[in-house]
């Protein structure tokens, strides 16, 4: 069973830097598809970043220029680097995994879902 295991939120203030990280444990496919979600109080869940295996990287609207989502296979870890934060970026941050080799875009039904860490972002 894969577990995914969140790391690295905190409170930081707006025009910040904050790099979240999961930890993938298990997780040993060629095919790799990992992203980043968020939900914020009284908001639906939106995806945030993905990267697959063939190293294209898709982002929401709301974060591009300011988010890089990165893979280390090796340690079989995921990241996401998060400069110039805002405010409206404070949520519960989520990490997903599934095994595809069709990892474009956000709308991917992911298998494994991490507990998540919260990142706050003050004005």
């Known amino acids: 069973q894969v577990q995914l295991v969140e790391s690295g939120g905190g409170s930081v203030q707006a025009g910040g830097s904050l790099r979240i990280s999961c930890d993938a444990y298990?997780?040993?496919?060629?095919?790799?598809?990992l992203g980043w979600f968020r939900q914020a109080p009284g908001n639906e869940r939106e995806g945030v970043a993905v990267?697959?295996?063939?190293?294209?990287?898709s982002y929401a609207d709301s974060v591009k220029g300011r988010f890089t989502i990165s893979w280390d296979n090796a340690k079989k870890s995921l990241y996401l680097q998060m400069n110039s934060l805002k405010p409206e970026d404070t949520a519960m941050y989520y990490c997903?995994?599934?095994?595809?080799?069709?990892?474009?875009?956000?709308?991917?039904?992911?298998?494994?879902w991490g507990q998540g860490t919260q990142v706050t972002v003050s004005s």
């Open positions: 997903a995994a599934t095994m595809t080799t069709r990892c474009y875009g956000l709308n991917i039904p992911f298998s494994w």
């Open positions: 298990r997780y040993t496919y060629s095919w790799y598809c």
């Open positions: 990267i697959g295996s063939d190293a294209r990287t």
